[in-house]
DNA sequence: GCAAAAGTGTTGGGCCTACACCCATGA
DNA sequence: TCATGGGTGTAGGCCCAACACTTTTGC
Protein backbone atom coordinates (compact mmCIF):
# COMPACT_ATOMS: atom_id res chain seq x y z
CA UNK A 1 0.00 0.00 0.00
CA UNK A 2 1.43 3.27 -0.64
CA UNK A 3 0.87 6.20 1.34
CA UNK A 4 3.03 8.16 -0.71
CA UNK A 5 2.49 10.00 -3.56
CA UNK A 6 3.90 7.81 -5.62
CA UNK A 7 5.39 8.50 -9.84
CA UNK A 8 3.00 6.89 -10.97
CA UNK A 9 0.09 9.15 -9.97
CA UNK A 10 2.53 12.55 -9.87
CA UNK A 11 0.89 15.49 -11.33
CA UNK A 12 -2.75 14.07 -10.84
CA UNK A 13 -4.85 15.19 -8.06
CA UNK A 14 -5.64 12.58 -5.33
CA UNK A 15 -7.71 11.98 -2.94
CA UNK A 16 -5.52 12.83 0.38
CA UNK A 17 -4.81 10.21 3.29
CA UNK A 18 -7.00 7.57 1.45
CA UNK A 19 -5.65 4.54 -0.35
CA UNK A 20 -6.75 0.79 -1.52
CA UNK A 21 -5.53 -2.32 -0.73
CA UNK A 22 -6.20 -5.29 -3.04
CA UNK A 23 -6.07 -9.03 -2.17
CA UNK A 24 -6.23 -10.64 -5.39
CA UNK A 25 -6.79 -14.48 -5.23
CA UNK A 26 -5.74 -17.16 -7.62
CA UNK A 27 -6.19 -20.82 -7.86
CA UNK A 28 -3.61 -22.81 -8.98
CA UNK A 29 -2.04 -26.66 -8.15
CA UNK A 30 -4.83 -27.36 -6.26
CA UNK A 31 -4.23 -24.40 -3.73
CA UNK A 32 -5.37 -21.03 -2.85
CA UNK A 33 -2.87 -17.95 -4.28
CA UNK A 34 -2.61 -14.51 -3.37
CA UNK A 35 -0.54 -11.51 -5.36
CA UNK A 36 2.21 -10.33 -3.31
CA UNK A 37 4.70 -7.03 -4.22
CA UNK A 38 8.49 -7.45 -3.15
CA UNK A 39 9.83 -3.87 -1.88
CA UNK A 40 12.85 -2.63 -4.04
CA UNK A 41 15.42 -4.21 -2.62
CA UNK A 42 14.12 -5.53 0.22
CA UNK A 43 12.87 -9.19 1.18
CA UNK A 44 9.76 -7.31 2.54
CA UNK A 45 6.52 -8.02 0.87
CA UNK A 46 3.15 -6.24 0.77
CA UNK A 47 -0.55 -6.59 -0.64
CA UNK A 48 -1.22 -4.41 -4.04
CA UNK A 49 -2.26 -0.97 -3.51
CA UNK A 50 -3.11 2.86 -5.05
CA UNK A 51 -4.08 5.91 -4.50
CA UNK A 52 -7.20 7.17 -5.39
CA UNK A 53 -7.65 9.91 -8.36
CA UNK A 54 -9.88 13.18 -7.67
CA UNK A 55 -11.30 11.95 -11.04
CA UNK A 56 -12.38 8.48 -10.39
CA UNK A 57 -14.28 6.26 -8.26
CA UNK A 58 -13.37 3.65 -5.63
CA UNK A 59 -14.02 1.17 -7.90
CA UNK A 60 -12.61 2.20 -10.57
CA UNK A 61 -9.35 2.99 -9.00
CA UNK A 62 -9.05 -0.46 -7.67
CA UNK A 63 -9.93 -1.84 -10.96
CA UNK A 64 -7.06 0.14 -12.42
CA UNK A 65 -4.76 -1.53 -9.63
CA UNK A 66 -6.07 -5.02 -10.13
CA UNK A 67 -5.30 -4.06 -14.39
CA UNK A 68 -1.85 -2.95 -13.69
CA UNK A 69 -0.72 -5.67 -11.52
CA UNK A 70 -2.22 -8.89 -13.17
CA UNK A 71 -3.26 -7.51 -16.76
CA UNK A 72 -6.85 -8.16 -16.67
CA UNK A 73 -9.66 -5.66 -16.72
CA UNK A 74 -12.73 -7.93 -16.55
CA UNK A 75 -12.72 -8.78 -13.52
CA UNK A 76 -14.61 -10.07 -9.87
CA UNK A 77 -14.15 -7.25 -7.63
CA UNK A 78 -15.82 -6.78 -4.08
CA UNK A 79 -15.24 -3.79 -1.23
CA UNK A 80 -15.34 -5.39 1.93
CA UNK A 81 -14.22 -3.28 4.50
CA UNK A 82 -12.44 0.65 5.02
CA UNK A 83 -9.04 0.08 7.75
CA UNK A 84 -9.29 3.10 9.84
CA UNK A 85 -7.51 3.02 13.11
CA UNK A 86 -5.62 6.08 14.02
CA UNK A 87 -2.23 3.86 14.27
CA UNK A 88 -2.87 1.07 11.86
CA UNK A 89 0.98 -0.38 12.31
CA UNK A 90 4.50 0.66 13.12
CA UNK A 91 5.05 3.75 10.94
CA UNK A 92 8.45 4.62 12.39
CA UNK A 93 9.59 1.06 11.88
CA UNK A 94 8.45 1.12 8.15
CA UNK A 95 9.49 4.64 7.26
CA UNK A 96 13.19 2.97 8.39
CA UNK A 97 12.67 -0.17 6.31
CA UNK A 98 11.75 1.54 3.36
CA UNK A 99 13.80 5.07 3.36
CA UNK A 100 16.09 3.71 0.71
CA UNK A 101 12.79 3.46 -1.93
CA UNK A 102 10.41 6.37 -0.24
CA UNK A 103 11.74 9.56 1.42
CA UNK A 104 10.09 9.12 5.08
CA UNK A 105 9.22 12.50 5.01
CA UNK A 106 6.46 12.08 2.22
CA UNK A 107 4.63 9.78 4.21
CA UNK A 108 1.23 10.96 5.34
CA UNK A 109 0.75 11.19 9.04
CA UNK A 110 -2.34 8.90 8.71
CA UNK A 111 -4.08 6.77 5.77
CA UNK A 112 -7.30 5.50 5.92
CA UNK A 113 -7.44 2.50 3.20
CA UNK A 114 -10.03 1.12 1.73
CA UNK A 115 -10.18 -3.24 1.23
CA UNK A 116 -10.71 -5.00 -2.07
CA UNK A 117 -10.98 -8.60 -2.66
CA UNK A 118 -10.61 -10.03 -6.46
CA UNK A 119 -11.12 -13.48 -7.75
CA UNK A 120 -9.06 -14.03 -10.57
CA UNK A 121 -8.03 -16.72 -13.23
CA UNK A 122 -4.00 -17.47 -12.35
CA UNK A 123 -3.49 -18.87 -16.10
CA UNK A 124 -5.03 -15.30 -17.55
CA UNK A 125 -2.59 -12.87 -15.14
CA UNK A 126 0.51 -11.49 -16.41
CA UNK A 127 1.82 -10.22 -12.84
CA UNK A 128 3.79 -6.72 -13.30
CA UNK A 129 5.49 -5.53 -10.23
CA UNK A 130 5.06 -1.56 -9.72
CA UNK A 131 7.50 1.20 -9.32
CA UNK A 132 8.49 0.41 -5.65
CA UNK A 133 8.41 -2.91 -5.83
CA UNK A 134 11.29 -5.79 -7.83
CA UNK A 135 8.81 -8.78 -8.06
CA UNK A 136 4.69 -9.36 -7.96
CA UNK A 137 4.32 -13.18 -7.44
CA UNK A 138 1.47 -16.02 -6.55
CA UNK A 139 1.67 -17.03 -3.17
CA UNK A 140 0.50 -19.78 -1.56
CA UNK A 141 -2.12 -18.98 0.95
CA UNK A 142 -0.59 -21.44 3.47
CA UNK A 143 3.18 -20.22 2.71
CA UNK A 144 2.29 -16.11 3.19
CA UNK A 145 5.49 -14.51 4.45
CA UNK A 146 5.45 -12.05 7.35
CA UNK A 147 3.23 -8.90 5.52
CA UNK A 148 4.22 -5.08 6.03
CA UNK A 149 1.48 -2.60 7.34
CA UNK A 150 -1.34 -4.02 8.89
CA UNK A 151 -1.67 -6.49 5.62
CA UNK A 152 -1.84 -9.48 7.46
CA UNK A 153 -4.72 -8.44 9.20
CA UNK A 154 -6.84 -6.83 5.63
CA UNK A 155 -5.82 -10.53 4.31
CA UNK A 156 -7.31 -12.13 7.20
CA UNK A 157 -10.70 -10.64 6.83
CA UNK A 158 -10.72 -10.63 2.94
CA UNK A 159 -10.37 -14.49 3.22
CA UNK A 160 -12.86 -14.07 6.35
CA UNK A 161 -15.46 -12.27 3.67
CA UNK A 162 -14.30 -14.61 0.50
CA UNK A 163 -15.73 -17.42 2.84
CA UNK A 164 -18.56 -16.31 3.78
CA UNK A 165 -19.68 -15.10 0.29
CA UNK A 166 -19.03 -18.56 -0.91
CA UNK A 167 -21.52 -19.69 1.34
CA UNK A 168 -24.46 -18.21 0.27
CA UNK A 169 -23.55 -17.55 -3.35
CA UNK A 170 -22.17 -19.17 -6.25
CA UNK A 171 -18.33 -18.43 -6.85
CA UNK A 172 -15.81 -19.65 -8.94
CA UNK A 173 -16.12 -18.42 -12.15
CA UNK A 174 -14.00 -15.60 -11.68
CA UNK A 175 -11.25 -18.28 -10.58
CA UNK A 176 -11.50 -21.27 -12.60
CA UNK A 177 -10.86 -21.59 -16.34
CA UNK A 178 -13.49 -21.46 -19.01
CA UNK A 179 -13.78 -25.96 -18.92
CA UNK A 180 -12.74 -27.53 -15.89
CA UNK A 181 -13.06 -30.72 -14.15
CA UNK A 182 -15.46 -31.78 -11.24
CA UNK A 183 -12.72 -32.18 -9.01
CA UNK A 184 -10.94 -28.79 -10.23
CA UNK A 185 -13.74 -27.28 -8.86
CA UNK A 186 -13.94 -28.76 -5.63
CA UNK A 187 -10.27 -28.42 -4.23
CA UNK A 188 -11.22 -25.15 -5.15
CA UNK A 189 -13.68 -24.87 -2.56
CA UNK A 190 -11.54 -27.15 -0.79
CA UNK A 191 -8.79 -24.45 -0.74
CA UNK A 192 -10.63 -21.45 -0.10
CA UNK A 193 -12.66 -23.22 2.90
CA UNK A 194 -9.64 -24.96 4.21
CA UNK A 195 -11.27 -28.32 4.56
CA UNK A 196 -11.91 -31.58 2.90
CA UNK A 197 -15.28 -31.74 1.20
CA UNK A 198 -16.77 -35.32 0.06
CA UNK A 199 -16.50 -35.53 -3.55
CA UNK A 200 -19.76 -37.49 -4.07
CA UNK A 201 -21.86 -34.89 -2.09
CA UNK A 202 -20.00 -31.91 -3.57
CA UNK A 203 -20.99 -32.94 -6.97
CA UNK A 204 -24.65 -33.67 -6.11
CA UNK A 205 -24.83 -30.37 -4.90
CA UNK A 206 -23.24 -28.53 -7.37
CA UNK A 207 -25.11 -30.17 -10.62
CA UNK A 208 -28.67 -29.91 -8.43
CA UNK A 209 -28.01 -25.94 -8.60
CA UNK A 210 -27.71 -25.88 -12.23
CA UNK A 211 -24.62 -23.67 -12.14
CA UNK A 212 -22.43 -25.80 -14.31
CA UNK A 213 -22.89 -27.97 -17.29
CA UNK A 214 -21.08 -30.89 -18.30
CA UNK A 215 -19.17 -30.87 -21.76
CA UNK A 216 -19.49 -33.97 -24.21
CA UNK A 217 -15.35 -34.15 -23.13
CA UNK A 218 -12.55 -34.93 -21.18
CA UNK A 219 -9.94 -34.09 -20.08
CA UNK A 220 -6.92 -36.21 -21.80
CA UNK A 221 -3.34 -36.66 -21.20
CA UNK A 222 -3.59 -36.29 -17.44
CA UNK A 223 -2.44 -39.92 -15.41
CA UNK A 224 -5.16 -42.00 -14.64
CA UNK A 225 -9.19 -41.64 -15.21
CA UNK A 226 -9.83 -38.91 -17.50
CA UNK A 227 -12.50 -36.57 -15.90
CA UNK A 228 -15.33 -34.99 -17.92
CA UNK A 229 -14.65 -31.35 -18.55
CA UNK A 230 -17.68 -28.63 -17.18
CA UNK A 231 -18.47 -24.93 -17.72
CA UNK A 232 -20.48 -22.63 -16.12
CA UNK A 233 -24.21 -21.64 -17.63
CA UNK A 234 -23.94 -17.83 -17.10
CA UNK A 235 -27.98 -17.55 -17.17
CA UNK A 236 -28.04 -19.76 -14.53
CA UNK A 237 -25.10 -18.47 -12.48
CA UNK A 238 -26.70 -14.84 -12.80
CA UNK A 239 -29.94 -16.33 -11.63
CA UNK A 240 -28.34 -18.19 -8.72
CA UNK A 241 -26.43 -15.18 -7.76
CA UNK A 242 -29.69 -12.71 -7.56
CA UNK A 243 -31.34 -15.33 -5.95
CA UNK A 244 -29.16 -15.18 -3.47
CA UNK A 245 -29.54 -18.90 -3.50
CA UNK A 246 -28.25 -20.48 -0.43
CA UNK A 247 -25.34 -22.68 -1.31
CA UNK A 248 -23.64 -24.21 1.70
CA UNK A 249 -20.85 -26.68 0.81
CA UNK B 1 -23.98 13.75 5.86
CA UNK B 2 -21.67 16.78 6.67
CA UNK B 3 -19.43 17.55 3.85
CA UNK B 4 -18.14 20.97 5.02
CA UNK B 5 -16.10 21.77 8.17
CA UNK B 6 -19.18 21.79 10.47
CA UNK B 7 -19.14 24.32 13.81
CA UNK B 8 -19.09 21.41 16.02
CA UNK B 9 -15.42 20.37 14.60
CA UNK B 10 -14.23 23.63 14.21
CA UNK B 11 -10.41 24.36 15.23
CA UNK B 12 -10.17 20.34 15.37
CA UNK B 13 -7.97 18.66 12.25
CA UNK B 14 -10.37 16.63 9.87
CA UNK B 15 -9.50 13.98 7.75
CA UNK B 16 -10.34 15.82 4.14
CA UNK B 17 -13.13 14.62 1.91
CA UNK B 18 -13.86 11.45 4.27
CA UNK B 19 -17.23 11.70 6.07
CA UNK B 20 -19.52 8.88 7.78
CA UNK B 21 -23.14 8.38 7.70
CA UNK B 22 -25.01 6.01 10.37
CA UNK B 23 -28.51 3.99 10.13
CA UNK B 24 -29.46 4.01 13.32
CA UNK B 25 -32.24 1.27 13.61
CA UNK B 26 -34.66 0.97 16.53
CA UNK B 27 -37.70 -1.26 16.85
CA UNK B 28 -41.17 0.29 18.34
CA UNK B 29 -44.77 -0.63 17.90
CA UNK B 30 -43.85 -3.44 15.84
CA UNK B 31 -41.85 -2.08 13.36
CA UNK B 32 -38.58 -0.85 12.66
CA UNK B 33 -37.55 2.29 12.86
CA UNK B 34 -34.85 5.02 11.31
CA UNK B 35 -33.57 7.83 13.04
CA UNK B 36 -33.35 10.97 11.01
CA UNK B 37 -32.49 15.03 10.59
CA UNK B 38 -34.38 17.35 9.11
CA UNK B 39 -31.86 20.08 7.65
CA UNK B 40 -32.45 23.53 9.36
CA UNK B 41 -35.44 25.94 8.08
CA UNK B 42 -36.09 23.16 5.65
CA UNK B 43 -38.50 20.10 4.87
CA UNK B 44 -35.73 18.08 4.14
CA UNK B 45 -34.46 14.67 5.39
CA UNK B 46 -31.20 12.98 5.43
CA UNK B 47 -29.49 10.26 7.61
CA UNK B 48 -27.17 11.34 10.58
CA UNK B 49 -23.42 11.78 9.81
CA UNK B 50 -20.38 13.12 10.46
CA UNK B 51 -16.59 13.87 9.52
CA UNK B 52 -13.83 12.03 11.30
CA UNK B 53 -10.77 13.35 13.11
CA UNK B 54 -7.42 13.03 12.56
CA UNK B 55 -7.18 11.68 15.88
CA UNK B 56 -9.81 8.97 16.29
CA UNK B 57 -10.71 5.67 14.20
CA UNK B 58 -13.40 5.40 12.07
CA UNK B 59 -14.92 3.68 14.61
CA UNK B 60 -14.58 6.34 17.58
CA UNK B 61 -16.53 8.31 14.77
CA UNK B 62 -19.25 6.35 14.50
CA UNK B 63 -19.66 6.10 18.17
CA UNK B 64 -19.04 9.73 18.76
CA UNK B 65 -21.79 10.29 16.00
CA UNK B 66 -24.32 7.88 17.40
CA UNK B 67 -24.01 8.95 21.16
CA UNK B 68 -24.48 12.98 20.06
CA UNK B 69 -27.55 11.84 18.37
CA UNK B 70 -29.02 9.05 20.55
CA UNK B 71 -27.15 9.69 23.71
CA UNK B 72 -26.10 5.76 23.92
CA UNK B 73 -22.75 4.82 24.10
CA UNK B 74 -23.06 1.31 24.29
CA UNK B 75 -24.03 0.41 20.86
CA UNK B 76 -24.04 -2.07 18.69
CA UNK B 77 -22.34 -1.12 15.64
CA UNK B 78 -20.95 -2.05 11.84
CA UNK B 79 -19.36 -0.79 8.80
CA UNK B 80 -21.27 -2.41 6.04
CA UNK B 81 -19.75 -0.36 2.79
CA UNK B 82 -18.06 2.86 1.20
CA UNK B 83 -19.57 5.03 -0.91
CA UNK B 84 -16.86 6.71 -3.26
CA UNK B 85 -18.69 7.58 -6.78
CA UNK B 86 -17.65 10.87 -8.13
CA UNK B 87 -20.09 12.23 -8.05
CA UNK B 88 -22.71 10.89 -5.46
CA UNK B 89 -25.63 13.11 -5.99
CA UNK B 90 -26.55 16.31 -7.45
CA UNK B 91 -24.18 18.72 -5.77
CA UNK B 92 -25.70 21.81 -7.58
CA UNK B 93 -29.16 21.27 -6.84
CA UNK B 94 -27.97 20.59 -2.65
CA UNK B 95 -25.86 23.16 -2.69
CA UNK B 96 -28.98 25.61 -3.25
CA UNK B 97 -31.38 23.55 -1.36
CA UNK B 98 -29.17 24.15 1.85
CA UNK B 99 -27.48 27.72 1.03
CA UNK B 100 -28.89 29.38 4.16
CA UNK B 101 -27.38 26.31 6.39
CA UNK B 102 -23.94 26.07 4.94
CA UNK B 103 -21.82 28.37 2.01
CA UNK B 104 -22.22 26.80 -0.75
CA UNK B 105 -18.24 27.21 -1.06
CA UNK B 106 -17.56 25.34 1.96
CA UNK B 107 -18.52 21.92 0.40
CA UNK B 108 -15.91 19.84 -0.60
CA UNK B 109 -15.37 19.12 -4.30
CA UNK B 110 -16.07 15.26 -3.52
CA UNK B 111 -16.56 13.28 -0.50
CA UNK B 112 -15.97 9.84 0.08
CA UNK B 113 -18.43 8.23 2.76
CA UNK B 114 -18.14 4.96 4.95
CA UNK B 115 -20.99 3.71 6.11
CA UNK B 116 -22.13 2.29 9.27
CA UNK B 117 -25.31 0.72 11.10
CA UNK B 118 -26.47 0.56 14.54
CA UNK B 119 -29.23 -1.29 16.10
CA UNK B 120 -30.30 0.58 19.45
CA UNK B 121 -32.88 -0.03 22.17
CA UNK B 122 -35.93 2.54 20.60
CA UNK B 123 -36.53 3.44 24.95
CA UNK B 124 -32.88 3.93 25.59
CA UNK B 125 -32.76 6.87 22.82
CA UNK B 126 -33.24 10.38 23.24
CA UNK B 127 -32.79 11.90 19.63
CA UNK B 128 -30.48 14.75 19.36
CA UNK B 129 -30.60 16.89 16.83
CA UNK B 130 -27.14 18.48 15.61
CA UNK B 131 -26.23 22.07 14.71
CA UNK B 132 -27.35 21.94 11.18
CA UNK B 133 -31.25 20.35 12.17
CA UNK B 134 -34.02 20.97 13.90
CA UNK B 135 -35.14 17.90 14.67
CA UNK B 136 -33.88 14.38 15.08
CA UNK B 137 -36.75 12.25 14.72
CA UNK B 138 -37.62 8.36 14.10
CA UNK B 139 -39.10 7.01 11.02
CA UNK B 140 -41.10 4.02 10.09
CA UNK B 141 -39.06 2.42 7.92
CA UNK B 142 -41.96 1.89 5.31
CA UNK B 143 -42.85 5.50 5.77
CA UNK B 144 -39.76 7.34 4.78
CA UNK B 145 -39.22 10.70 3.19
CA UNK B 146 -37.39 11.50 0.35
CA UNK B 147 -33.52 11.33 1.47
CA UNK B 148 -30.74 14.20 0.63
CA UNK B 149 -27.59 12.97 -1.23
CA UNK B 150 -27.39 9.38 -1.58
CA UNK B 151 -28.87 8.27 1.03
CA UNK B 152 -31.54 6.38 0.37
CA UNK B 153 -28.84 3.90 -1.51
CA UNK B 154 -27.33 4.04 1.65
CA UNK B 155 -29.99 2.64 3.62
CA UNK B 156 -30.76 0.53 1.00
CA UNK B 157 -27.69 -1.34 1.40
CA UNK B 158 -27.46 -1.06 5.29
CA UNK B 159 -30.90 -2.81 5.15
CA UNK B 160 -29.74 -5.43 2.59
CA UNK B 161 -26.23 -6.12 5.26
CA UNK B 162 -28.94 -6.05 8.34
CA UNK B 163 -30.59 -8.77 6.60
CA UNK B 164 -27.66 -10.79 5.80
CA UNK B 165 -26.10 -10.74 8.73
CA UNK B 166 -29.86 -11.67 10.51
CA UNK B 167 -29.49 -14.21 8.52
CA UNK B 168 -26.50 -16.16 9.99
CA UNK B 169 -26.07 -14.53 13.17
CA UNK B 170 -28.42 -14.11 16.54
CA UNK B 171 -29.23 -10.27 16.53
CA UNK B 172 -31.47 -8.60 19.02
CA UNK B 173 -29.74 -8.22 22.02
CA UNK B 174 -29.39 -4.53 21.32
CA UNK B 175 -32.45 -3.83 19.94
CA UNK B 176 -35.44 -5.17 22.31
CA UNK B 177 -35.44 -4.41 26.37
CA UNK B 178 -33.87 -6.25 28.74
CA UNK B 179 -36.89 -8.17 28.87
CA UNK B 180 -39.21 -9.11 25.98
CA UNK B 181 -41.78 -11.66 24.99
CA UNK B 182 -41.31 -14.14 22.29
CA UNK B 183 -43.97 -12.26 19.90
CA UNK B 184 -41.90 -9.08 20.23
CA UNK B 185 -38.86 -10.81 19.05
CA UNK B 186 -41.04 -12.21 16.27
CA UNK B 187 -41.92 -8.87 15.48
CA UNK B 188 -38.59 -7.77 15.27
CA UNK B 189 -37.51 -10.29 13.02
CA UNK B 190 -40.43 -9.80 10.52
CA UNK B 191 -39.83 -5.77 10.74
CA UNK B 192 -36.50 -5.85 9.49
CA UNK B 193 -36.83 -9.32 7.44
CA UNK B 194 -40.17 -7.79 5.89
CA UNK B 195 -41.91 -10.61 6.13
CA UNK B 196 -44.47 -13.20 7.89
CA UNK B 197 -43.04 -15.56 10.24
CA UNK B 198 -44.42 -18.77 11.59
CA UNK B 199 -45.15 -18.08 15.51
CA UNK B 200 -44.93 -21.48 16.59
CA UNK B 201 -41.24 -22.32 14.40
CA UNK B 202 -40.13 -19.17 15.82
CA UNK B 203 -40.38 -20.23 19.06
CA UNK B 204 -38.62 -23.37 18.24
CA UNK B 205 -36.06 -22.34 17.04
CA UNK B 206 -34.69 -19.65 18.79
CA UNK B 207 -35.62 -21.82 22.37
CA UNK B 208 -33.49 -24.49 19.97
CA UNK B 209 -30.41 -22.08 20.02
CA UNK B 210 -30.33 -20.74 23.62
CA UNK B 211 -29.82 -17.64 22.97
CA UNK B 212 -32.61 -16.93 25.19
CA UNK B 213 -33.99 -18.08 28.93
CA UNK B 214 -37.85 -17.81 29.58
CA UNK B 215 -38.62 -16.08 32.80
CA UNK B 216 -40.71 -16.69 35.63
CA UNK B 217 -42.83 -14.08 34.60
CA UNK B 218 -45.55 -12.89 32.69
CA UNK B 219 -45.94 -8.86 30.96
CA UNK B 220 -49.02 -7.90 33.01
CA UNK B 221 -51.35 -5.27 31.77
CA UNK B 222 -52.00 -5.73 28.08
CA UNK B 223 -55.20 -7.25 26.84
CA UNK B 224 -55.62 -10.76 26.07
CA UNK B 225 -53.39 -13.25 27.18
CA UNK B 226 -50.73 -12.01 29.21
CA UNK B 227 -47.39 -12.98 27.59
CA UNK B 228 -44.45 -14.54 29.04
CA UNK B 229 -40.81 -12.34 29.31
CA UNK B 230 -37.88 -13.77 28.15
CA UNK B 231 -34.37 -12.41 28.57
CA UNK B 232 -30.96 -13.08 26.57
CA UNK B 233 -28.87 -15.41 27.54
CA UNK B 234 -25.13 -13.12 27.04
CA UNK B 235 -23.28 -16.19 26.97
CA UNK B 236 -25.12 -18.44 24.99
CA UNK B 237 -25.76 -15.67 22.57
CA UNK B 238 -21.84 -14.94 22.09
CA UNK B 239 -21.20 -18.53 22.06
CA UNK B 240 -23.46 -18.77 19.01
CA UNK B 241 -22.13 -15.33 17.15
CA UNK B 242 -18.68 -17.25 17.74
CA UNK B 243 -19.28 -20.16 15.95
CA UNK B 244 -20.92 -18.30 13.41
CA UNK B 245 -24.26 -20.55 13.77
CA UNK B 246 -26.13 -20.17 10.74
CA UNK B 247 -29.57 -19.35 12.02
CA UNK B 248 -31.79 -18.50 9.16
CA UNK B 249 -35.96 -17.67 10.13
C1' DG C 1 -0.55 -55.07 -14.05
C1' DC C 2 -0.32 -51.53 -11.00
C1' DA C 3 -0.89 -47.13 -8.91
C1' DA C 4 -3.60 -43.14 -8.72
C1' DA C 5 -7.47 -40.47 -9.27
C1' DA C 6 -12.40 -40.25 -11.10
C1' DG C 7 -16.95 -41.49 -10.85
C1' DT C 8 -21.02 -42.85 -8.64
C1' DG C 9 -26.04 -44.29 -4.95
C1' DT C 10 -28.19 -45.22 -0.85
C1' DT C 11 -29.70 -44.67 3.71
C1' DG C 12 -30.77 -42.42 8.10
C1' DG C 13 -31.51 -38.58 10.65
C1' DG C 14 -32.38 -34.03 11.54
C1' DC C 15 -34.36 -29.91 10.43
C1' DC C 16 -37.57 -27.17 8.31
C1' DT C 17 -42.31 -26.27 6.84
C1' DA C 18 -47.01 -26.32 7.01
C1' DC C 19 -50.87 -26.20 9.62
C1' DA C 20 -55.37 -25.06 13.68
C1' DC C 21 -57.23 -24.97 18.00
C1' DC C 22 -57.62 -23.74 22.85
C1' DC C 23 -56.52 -20.43 26.53
C1' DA C 24 -56.08 -16.30 29.26
C1' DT C 25 -56.96 -11.71 29.78
C1' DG C 26 -58.95 -6.88 29.80
C1' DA C 27 -62.62 -4.43 28.27
C1' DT D 1 -69.17 -12.63 27.32
C1' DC D 2 -66.56 -11.34 23.77
C1' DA D 3 -62.68 -9.98 21.12
C1' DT D 4 -57.98 -10.29 20.74
C1' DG D 5 -53.64 -12.06 20.78
C1' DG D 6 -50.72 -15.84 23.14
C1' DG D 7 -49.42 -20.39 23.44
C1' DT D 8 -48.55 -24.90 21.73
C1' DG D 9 -47.58 -30.24 18.79
C1' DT D 10 -47.32 -33.16 14.93
C1' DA D 11 -46.49 -35.15 10.51
C1' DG D 12 -44.26 -35.15 5.95
C1' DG D 13 -40.71 -34.03 3.05
C1' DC D 14 -36.48 -32.43 1.85
C1' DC D 15 -31.85 -31.89 2.33
C1' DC D 16 -27.65 -33.05 4.25
C1' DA D 17 -24.03 -36.06 5.88
C1' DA D 18 -21.89 -40.32 6.04
C1' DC D 19 -19.99 -43.92 3.70
C1' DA D 20 -16.75 -47.59 -0.23
C1' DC D 21 -16.13 -49.77 -4.33
C1' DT D 22 -15.53 -49.93 -9.35
C1' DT D 23 -13.57 -47.82 -13.49
C1' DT D 24 -10.25 -45.76 -16.33
C1' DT D 25 -5.96 -44.27 -17.57
C1' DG D 26 -0.79 -43.60 -18.00
C1' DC D 27 3.22 -45.56 -16.85
Redo the contacts with the bound molecule.
Keep these: MLETTSKESEGLELIPQLTLDCVIFGFHDNALKILLLKWKGTDLWSLPGGVIRQDESLDEAAIRVLKERTGIDKIFLRQFHTFGKVQRYDKTSIQEQLAHVIDPKLWYKRAISIGYYALVDYEEVFPNPDQLSDECTWWDLVEIPKLLFDHEEILEKALRSLRLELSFQPIGLNLLPEKF ?3 DMMRMYEAILGKKI ?4 F ?3 IL ?1 SGIVVKLKE ?1 K ?9 LYKFDRKRYEEVLKEGG ?1 F ?2
Tied chains: 1, 2.
Excluded: C, E, W, Y
Design positions: TMPDPRNQKKNVRGVAHKSPFLFI
